[in-house]
């Protein structure tokens, strides 16, 4: 599937806030800095896939095999897409971490 370049970026651009807000949301509320980065791939997954998420653990080597599929499948922009949702998360923890080393505590 082709997609038109202002569709892309504006894509990209959605997740990286999207997840870059989450992620500093979910900082603020349980000062975890990296909380949202480690959950990142979980959520990329149930993205991605189109298997139940209690499956992974009931039947996964169905799941897994359908996994690895689907990841396969991917497309260059589908992979630009996900990785700008993981750079958003990223930039959230490194941003907490500057706000909390210039003293804000409520960060």
Do not use: C, Q
Request: charged share 10%; glycine share 6%; aromatic share 14%.
């Amino acid at each position: 599937m082709h997609m038109a370049l202002p569709v892309l970026i504006i894509s990209m651009l959605l997740f990286f806030v999207l997840f870059f807000g989450i992620g500093f949301i979910l900082n603020m509320l349980l000062r975890m800095t990296w909380l949202m980065a480690i959950v990142y791939p979980i959520v990329a997954i149930l993205i991605i896939d189109n298997v139940r998420f209690l499956e992974y653990f009931t039947n996964s080597s169905h799941a897994f095999h359908e996994l690895g599929k689907k990841i396969t499948a991917l497309l260059a922009p589908d992979i630009m897409i996900l990785l700008s949702g993981f750079i958003g998360a990223i930039v959230a923890g490194v941003v907490m971490k500057i706000l909390r080393k210039k003293g804000y505590r409520m960060f």
